[in-house]
């Protein structure tokens, strides 16, 4: 069986001229600069064929307002001021210790349940430093730690025991005597990783690290806390796939701590494109909930019109403008196809001995995700209550992709939002009338997302193309 560390050197071997650093920046609710008219865009695509027809068909642009399920706007970020310091409790009494008192099993033995034995003998008055001093070496010190768990001042004995499978038990002397928490699931490899104060409740957490699968998949990450009778996972059994690596650390400078976990896809379990994705549970008041997944930074232009869709459910607007950008103007960012996709599957060499040969490039993926971008950009400054830029990017996409076959599809569905919205100056009416036109017309769907973009793809569906239903403006 590869160990977790074997594991993790192998895929960094693999991934070291591929993976590329986590896009980052700090969300903002300030008002985002509109994009100018321009003229001539840096990614410059290949000629496509020109639309003779200059008039934007404006049957296809009424289409009635079809009453749609609100969304809510995106949490707050947690008080942190809210959060109730608890009174430690008293140091426990435990049962009176007999250090003639001898072991009566050896944690070798089949037969036995150990964790009953050493419950046990400390009740009987056993010494802790006798069974710390006799349970099993190799398992220290990761699956062995002695600490405060309870903020009592008496430390606790955390014990991990394999028969094939492991579990992992923690023993707390309460109420005159020795109690004992088990693990439900059993894993290949427990780690008790990290004893400190998460939340800032004045408890300490501990943290434990389950790996439950061969290969590099299957980590859970427990917060366990001390309730004053047993011990609750405020973490409910975070799960990540394919870990590279991880870390607690304070990333929105709130006091609390966060779990941040670095991944990677297994390239035998995944279809490409692939890249490196990080994973962060942080503290909401009552556990420690999954944010969204970010990704690093995009290597193809599809990849870039997703983060930014990400970004702005999120409300991260400028970072939601930043990676509309980059589609639009990074002649950087890779095209993608289906053809191109069987290609690096090829390349891989799964199915064929011999990889075939780089297809050309679709020349009009460009037009496509340009347009739709320019349209994002557009509710971007709607949402911020910016209508002159609105209209201003509105005029740019016309101006762009108006007469353009590919691109125009995305011109009659932005149009539909912007004489909508004009009506009312609603979103929920704007996005009401061109999500039945994206039902209509799910070949704009397809290329933002869909079966060939890789297992790391969001599947396009009506809705996502205007996300912000609800009465906000």
């Not at 209550?385 to 740019?396: L, R, S």
């Amino acid at each position: 069986m590869i160990g977790r560390k074997t594991l993790k050197q192998i895929l960094m071997s693999l991934f070291s001229g591929m993976l590329f650093l986590t896009a980052c920046g700090q969300s903002s609710s300030t008002q985002i600069t509109p994009i100018p008219v321009v003229d001539k865009i840096t990614a410059t695509p290949s000629p496509i064929p020109t639309n003779t027809n200059t008039s934007v068909p404006t049957e296809t642009l009424t289409s009635t307002s079809t009453p749609l399920p609100t969304v809510p706007t995106f949490t707050p970020t947690f008080d942190v001021s809210t959060i109730v310091t608890v009174t430690p409790a008293p140091k426990a009494e435990c049962p009176k210790e007999n250090s003639s008192l001898k072991l009566s099993f050896k944690f070798s033995d089949p037969n036995i349940r150990p964790e009953e034995k050493i419950l046990n003998f400390l009740n009987n008055g056993g010494s802790m430093k006798t069974i710390l001093g006799v349970l099993p070496s190799p398992y220290y010190p990761d699956s062995v730690r002695y600490e405060d768990l309870t903020g009592d001042g008496m430390p606790e004995l955390m014990y991990a025991y394999y028969s094939g499978f492991g579990k992992f038990y923690i023993f707390t002397c309460s109420g005159g005597k020795y109690i004992l928490f088990e693990s439900k699931a059993e894993s290949i490899s427990i780690e008790f990783y990290r004893v400190l104060d998460m939340n800032l409740d004045s408890i300490p957490e501990l943290v434990i690290i389950t790996h439950s699968c061969t290969g590099g998949g299957c980590y859970k990450y427990y917060v366990l806390n001390w309730n004053g009778n047993s011990y609750v996972d405020l973490a409910l059994g975070a799960y990540v796939d394919d870990v590279l690596d991880e870390t607690i650390k304070d990333i929105n400078n709130d006091g609390t701590l966060e779990i941040v976990v670095n991944s990677v896809p297994v390239p035998y379990f995944v279809s490409p494109p692939w890249r490196k994705e990080t994973h962060t549970f942080i503290w909401d008041g009552k556990s420690f909930v999954a944010q969204q997944v970010e990704y690093a930074q995009p290597d193809y232009r599809f990849q870039a019109i997703q983060d930014g869709d990400l970004e702005a459910s999120i409300g991260k607007y400028d970072k939601a403008l930043n990676l509309y950008k980059q589609a639009i103007f990074h002649n950087s960012l890779e095209w993608w196809s289906p053809e191109r996709q069987k290609y690096e599957n090829d390349k891989l060499g799964w199915y064929v001995a011999t990889p075939s040969v780089k297809p050309l490039e679709d020349k009009t993926e460009y037009s496509r995700l340009a347009a739709y971008a320019y349209y994002r950009i557009m509710l971007l400054h709607i949402m911020q209550g910016n209508e002159t830029d609105a209209g201003t990017v509105f005029n740019t996409l016309q101006k762009k992709f108006g007469n353009d076959p590919y691109g125009h599809p995305y011109v009659e569905m932005a149009t539909a939002f912007w004489n909508a919205y004009q009506s009312t100056h609603k979103m929920y009416d704007g996005c009401a009338a061109i999500i039945p036109y994206a039902v209509g017309h799910t070949e704009i769907l397809t290329p933002l997302g869909s079966d060939y973009h890789g297992s790391q793809s969001h599947i396009y569906v009506p809705a996502d193309v205007c996300p912000f239903r609800y009465n906000a403006h």
